[in-house]
């Protein structure tokens, strides 16, 4: 019943250091995202995966990259980071893809607890 | 481009009060509407949605009325509870964009209940 498992949930970095952040799901869902949330800001989107093999862009994409490596799990990385990357970063995932029907649009995404990430 | 305007906060009321908290979105096509709810130390989960105009969306005692003349989702409660502290965010998602169910945060409320 564990839901969407991030880790780590606390880190420092160095400026110009990379780190990789993981996520896994243990829903069966095949959408995954990944969030930064920022004060005054709410959640941005920062990299979405539709489907195992795909992966697109969301609104803040620079200085990211990211990996399906399976149904389940889904990390984000960063290659290089920079003080303007420290923020609270959240995974989720969600059920079913856009489907053209009467109720697409309102799957319900199910949220990590967040991994706090400090660039110094 | 798609947005969600929320009331600023922080809000603080005593137990019992009324709550509401204001939404408003810009969006085209017709989006679906959510309520997340953020405890401390914890990811958002769904407090309600509503997918069409008109809809009520409505979970432990919060509810919320997707007004389209108004593109409004205004969150209410009629008695919070020191539990209800939390931070709140409205959001919306476009179902009319292909792929996977991506939502639009508005910046959050921070709630405070106060016995």
């Known amino acids: 019943n564990a839901g969407v498992t991030q880790t780590p949930k606390f880190q420092v970095l160095k400026t110009g250091q990379s780190m990789t952040l993981q996520c896994a799901q243990d829903m069966n869902h095949n959408s995954m995202y990944w969030y930064r949330q920022d004060p005054g800001m709410g959640l941005r989107l920062i990299y979405y995966s539709a489907s195992e093999g795909t992966t697109d862009k969301g609104e803040v994409p620079n200085g990211y990259n990211v990996s399906r490596l399976n149904k389940r799990e889904f990390s984000l990385r960063l290659e290089s980071a920079a003080p303007s990357q420290t923020s609270v970063y959240f995974c989720?995932?969600?059920?079913?893809?856009?489907?053209?029907?009467?109720?697409?649009?309102?799957?319900?995404?199910?949220f990590g607890a967040g991994s706090r990430l400090t660039v110094l | 481009g798609n947005s969600v305007t929320q009331m600023e906060g922080p809000v603080t009321l005593s137990e019992e009060a009324f709550l509401t908290i204001n939404c408003t979105y810009t969006a085209t096509g017709y989006p679906s509407l959510f309520w997340y709810v953020q405890y401390p130390g914890e990811g958002l989960q769904l407090l309600l949605k509503a997918t069409k105009a008109d809809d009520k969306g409505s979970n432990k005692g919060f509810e919320a009325t997707y007004r389209k003349e108004t593109t409004s989702f205004h969150l209410e409660k009629g008695s919070v509870q020191v539990s209800d502290s939390a931070v709140y965010f409205c959001a919306l998602s476009d179902p009319w964009i292909q792929g996977a169910q991506k939502l639009v945060f508005g910046q959050g409320t921070r709630l405070t209940i106060n016995p």
């Open positions: 989720a995932s969600s059920e079913e893809l856009f489907n053209g029907g009467a109720d697409s649009g309102a799957n319900v995404l199910t």
